[in-house]
């Protein structure tokens, strides 16, 4: 059977495994299926909303059946009503982003973001990083102006057109280069932001065989990437030319060479920080309704994932 796979930049594992051969070892029917080149459904406002294309594409003609994300699509799944399961989760990747200001802004706590515009890719791991950090001062999403940036995100930051920014690397390399940066608010210690993958629960039952390929394939890739960090950053900028995007090889190796790579099952930890984030989002309006993200794992799937760390080692 033909297994599609859905790939984008974001989720760096799955944008390697996409351009290097090694799911195709395995599974040679395998359509990688580009999540930029799908419809991409409603755009609601980011004070009121979540997008739902990620988990949406799991069950539309001509989307894919795995993809890997962020920290808050599985979320928005749920709260979406879609039957997903998680495949795996990543470790940590705090060293990835940060909230920042301009060095000479004002605003010097998170308190002072009240009224403030702040650019955020909406959505992801920046919406939760957020939310997170206004919990933690007492604020909530209705007092802050939550703006959706999208590719030209350092660039806005730059001009001033927002405040504050839940920015990442290696588009941070280049604000940090250009102007004097200040961190609001650091990712370690409030954030745990992993990479995870998530699939429909009916594919994971019904195509058991197919999904240890996958992990099996992702552990061997993300070990080539540890290993080779500069080839696998060529296929980012490569990607980025493609597309007319200006991209710097050096920021892209070390950006990969400063992330966890490798799967690992969803533990304990990971679910009640995703509660806890499906808990906020639910409160601030953003969800349709509350979720229970417990009901998203499969025990068994979690064995596999085990099984192949064990491999590994």
């Known amino acids: 059977m033909t297994v599609r796979v859905g790939f984008f930049p974001h989720n760096n594992s799955l944008f390697v495994l996409r351009h290097n051969g090694i799911l195709e070892r395995r599974l040679p029917d395998v359509t990688w299926v580009d999540l930029r080149s799908l419809p991409q459904g409603e755009r609601p406002d980011p004070r009121s909303g979540l997008p739902t294309v990620h988990s949406d594409q799991l069950f539309a003609a001509g989307g894919y ?37 301009r060095a000479d802004s004002p605003i010097r706590e998170v308190a002072d973001l009240r009224g403030r515009r702040v650019g955020i890719a909406h959505g992801s791991w920046q919406t939760t990083l957020l939310l997170f950090a206004l919990d933690q001062a007492g604020l909530t999403w209705a007092d802050v102006e939550p703006v959706k940036t999208g590719a030209d995100a350092a660039q806005r930051f730059l001009d001033g057109d927002i405040d504050a920014w839940t920015g990442s690397y290696p588009d941070l390399d280049r ?139």
């Open 65 to 101: 059946d795995v993809i890997g994300t962020g920290f808050t699509p599985p979320i928005t799944a749920l709260g979406a009503g879609h039957d997903v399961v998680y495949l795996g989760v990543s470790g940590p990747r705090t060293e990835n982003g940060r909230i920042v200001v």
């Open 175 to 313: 604000v940090e280069a250009e102007t004097g940066v200040r961190t609001l608010v650091a990712t370690e210690g409030l954030f745990s932001h992993p990479s995870l993958w998530f699939t429909r629960r009916d594919f994971a039952e019904g195509n058991r065989e197919e999904l240890a390929a996958i992990v099996e394939s992702l552990q061997e890739s993300d070990r080539w990437i540890t290993d080779n960090p500069r080839a696998a950053a060529r296929y980012f900028v490569d990607d980025a030319a493609s597309r007319g995007v200006a991209a710097d090889l050096d920021s892209w190796e070390r950006a990969l060479r400063n992330r966890p790579f490798g799967v690992h099952p969803v533990g304990e930890d990971f679910l009640a920080e995703q509660q806890r984030a499906s808990d906020l989002l639910a409160a601030n309006g953003l969800l349709p309704r509350p979720v229970e993200v417990r009901d998203a794992v499969l025990p068994w799937v979690n064995d596999l994932v085990a099984g192949t760390l064990a491999a590994r080692a």
